[in-house]
C-alpha cells in the first residue's frame, strides 16, 4: 500500500512539474522569439533616385542642411521648392526654418555675401517673405549699406500684415535712420543729410519727423525758404506740431531781418485735401483732363499711377496709347500689363501733365478705382496727416 502511494506522489508530483516547465517555457520563448518583420522600402521615382534624394521629411530637412553647410545654395532652395510641392506643409515649414536659421547664422558670424546669396535666391521662390527680407535688410545693414537697409525695410512693410511685426519693422527702421544720420552729422554730410530725409518723405509721407529733420538740414544749407514749406506742412500736427511752430518762428524772424522786410502775417498750415480711410490706407479723389472724377488709393509704394480698364472705359477718360507695357507686382503675383498717357491728373488744386499709368484689373471687389503712385506723388512735396485725415502738398 505504501509503495502504491509513494508512486501516486511521485506520478502527480512529475506530472506538475512537467505542467509548469511546458507553460512557463512556452511563455518565455513566445517572448523572445518574435518575428523580426523587415520595414517596407519605399519605391523611388526616377527624378528622386536620380537626385540621391527620398521622399521623406527627414530627407527633405536633411538635404536643405547638407546642402547649405556646402554652400549649394541654389540646390538647396530647389529641395526646399520641391517640399513646397511634394511633401505637406509641416515639411515645407521645417524646410524655410533651416534656410532661415543658416541665414541668420552666416549673419552671426558676418560673412555676409554667402548670407546674401541665400537669401536673394530664396526670394526668388518666396518673394513675399517678410522675415527672409528683414534679414536681407540686416545683410546691408552689416555691410554698411544702411541706405539699402532702410530701402529693404520699407519694402517689406508692403508685405507684412500683422501689427506686431509692423512695429518690429518700424522700429528698425528708425533705429537705423538714427544711426546713418548721427554718422552723417559727424562727418558734417549736409547734402547726404538732405538727401535721406528727401527719400525718407516720399517713402513714409505720414510720418512727422522725418520732416523736422527735413526742414533740419535745409536750415544748415541756408535754405530757409525750402524748411519753411517743409515745416508749414506739418505746422498742425499732434506730435511735432509744435517744434514746426517753434521752428517756423524762427525761420520767419530771420527772413524778416534778411529782407528788412515786415513781420509776415501768423504762421498757418498748408490747407489739406479730404482723404477716405479705408483700413490703413487713404483714398483721395482725383480728376483727369475732361473732368472724370475717381477715387484712387494712395500707394507710396507703387512708382506708376493705376488706374483699372473699367474706369477708363465706363467714364470716358481720355488716354493714348503709348504701345508699351510694365510689369506690375500684385497679391497674386506680377502680371503684364500696357501703359496709357493721360493728358493730366489733378488731386485738388495741383496737376500733373501727360502722366503714364498702368491700366490694371485690381481684383478683390474693391471700392477704388486705382492707385495715386509716385509718378504723380513726386512732383510735390507732400505729408499725409493721418490726424486729421488730410493730403497735404506744397512745391517740391
Not at 298 to 306: E, H, N, V, Y
Request: glycine share 6%; net charge negative; proline share 3%.
Amino acid at each position: 500500500m505504501r509503495k502504491l502511494i509513494v508512486g501516486l506522489l511521485i506520478f502527480m508530483a512529475g506530472w506538475g512539474l512537467s505542467w509548469f516547465t511546458c507553460n512557463y517555457s512556452r511563455s518565455d520563448q513566445l517572448q523572445s522569439a518574435q518575428p523580426i518583420i523587415p520595414a517596407p522600402i519605399k519605391s523611388i521615382d526616377s527624378d528622386q533616385s536620380a537626385a540621391g534624394f527620398t521622399s521623406t521629411a527627414p530627407g527633405y530637412v536633411g538635404d536643405i542642411v547638407s546642402l547649405l553647410q556646402h554652400y549649394e545654395f541654389e540646390a538647396a532652395v530647389e529641395r526646399y521648392e520641391s517640399a513646397q510641392v511634394q511633401a505637406d506643409d509641416v515639411v515645407a515649414t521645417e524646410a524655410r526654418m533651416q534656410i532661415l536659421s543658416y541665414a541668420r547664422q552666416l549673419i552671426a558670424e558676418s560673412r555676409f555675401s554667402l548670407a546674401e546669396q541665400l537669401l536673394q535666391r530664396f526670394l526668388v521662390a518666396a518673394y513675399r517673405d517678410v522675415e527672409s527680407r528683414i534679414l536681407l535688410a540686416e545683410v546691408y545693414f552689416g555691410e554698411r549699406d544702411i541706405r539699402a537697409a532702410i530701402d529693404q525695410l520699407y519694402e517689406v512693410r508692403g508685405y507684412a500684415y500683422r501689427p506686431v511685426m509692423l512695429q518690429r519693422i518700424s522700429n528698425r527702421i528708425r533705429s537705423m535712420v538714427t544711426e546713418l544720420a548721427s554718422s552723417l552729422r559727424h562727418n558734417n554730410d549736409q547734402n547726404a543729410l538732405l538727401a535721406l530725409y528727401q527719400h525718407l518723405t516720399q517713402l513714409e509721407p505720414d510720418y512727422a519727423p522725418w520732416f523736422i529733420g527735413l526742414a533740419a538740414s535745409q536750415l544748415a544749407l541756408n535754405d530757409k525758404e525750402a524748411a519753411r514749406r517743409s515745416l508749414l506742412l506739418i505746422s498742425e500736427d499732434a506730435d511735432v506740431g509744435a517744434q514746426a511752430q517753434s521752428m517756423l518762428s524762427e525761420i520767419t524772424i530771420a527772413l524778416v531781418e534778411m529782407h528788412n522786410a515786415e513781420p509776415q502775417a501768423p504762421i498757418t498750415g498748408v490747407v489739406g485735401i479730404p482723404l477716405h480711410r479705408s483700413g490703413n490706407h487713404f483714398i483721395v479723389d482725383a480728376r483727369s483732363a475732361d473732368g472724370r472724377s475717381m477715387r484712387l488709393l494712395i500707394d507710396t509704394g507703387a512708382s506708376l499711377t493705376i488706374l483699372s480698364p473699367d474706369v477708363l472705359e465706363q467714364r470716358g477718360i481720355g488716354y493714348q496709347n503709348t504701345g508699351r507695357y510694365g510689369v506690375f507686382n500684385t497679391a497674386n503675383g506680377q502680371v503684364r500689363a500696357p501703359i496709357y498717357k493721360l493728358d493730366s491728373l489733378s488731386v485738388g488744386d495741383w496737376q500733373v501733365n501727360q502722366l503714364d499709368v498702368g491700366v490694371l484689373d485690381l481684383s478683390g471687389g474693391s471700392n477704388i478705382d486705382g492707385l495715386l503712385g509716385m509718378n504723380f506723388l513726386r512732383h510735390f512735396q507732400f505729408f499725409i496727416d493721418q490726424n486729421e485725415a488730410l493730403l497735404r502738398l506744397s512745391v517740391n
